[in-house]
């Protein structure tokens, strides 16, 4: 598979980091092709400009899109699973990684309708998205308050929605205790990067087991 993962972090000395590290290497075990956008490494800007939401806010599909933004989109058409790997800052993705939805899922692109309220959707639908995030909060926490479904809901029913075939949240929770946890989640990363194929396949929509440590 062509894989493209979208990694927002700003330091190496992270254990998200050592996650992105285990899985490129498992991937590349497996076969698969990876391309990676480092968005802090690329200094990728994440706030939307002025011009940029004339056409956003007002849906003027017609005015031009940032090289940056096109240069996210051709990877996404080269791409078969995106994977957005990522730490839990309160409750969601970095402000880094929202950005990119904000500026990448442009209108007419991801979303839109024309003139006669038909659906404009450029972006090819991918087969597999795969939410991966370290989280300090322990995997029953999160769930057990809610915060575990309104990330999923966030992530998986808005952004990824119709946009892919298949989509999963892994939580890598509990990483305030990182002694505990590193090891289970870097093996677990291990696994699923070499058994993608496999992974893909048996998939089932809303599988509560990828929550549990
Ligand atoms: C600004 C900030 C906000 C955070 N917010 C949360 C949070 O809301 N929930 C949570 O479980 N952990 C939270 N954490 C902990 C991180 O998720 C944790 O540090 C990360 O998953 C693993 O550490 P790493 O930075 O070494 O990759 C937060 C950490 C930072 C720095």
Known sequence: MNILIIYAHPSNKSFTYKVLQTLVKALQMGNHQVEISDLYKMEFQSDMTEEE?????????ELPLSEDVIAEHRKIERADCIVFLYP???????????????????????????????????????KLGLVICTAG????FLKETGIAESMRNVMLDDRLGVRFEKKEMIILG????????ANSHLEKIMNLGINMYKFYNTLIVDNKDFYDV
Do not use: Q
């Open 174 to 181: 509990g990483t305030l205790e990182l002694e505990k946890v």
């Open 53 to 61: 939401y004339e056409r956003e806010g007002f849906a003027k599909m």
């Open 88 to 126: 839990v800052w309160w409750s969601d993705c970095p402000a880094k990684m929202k950005g990119w939805f904000d500026r990448v899922y442009s209108v007419g692109y991801a979303y839109g309708y024309d003139h006669d309220g038909e659906k404009v959707m450029k972006m090819k639908r991918i």
């Open 137 to 140: 909060h322990p995997n029953n």
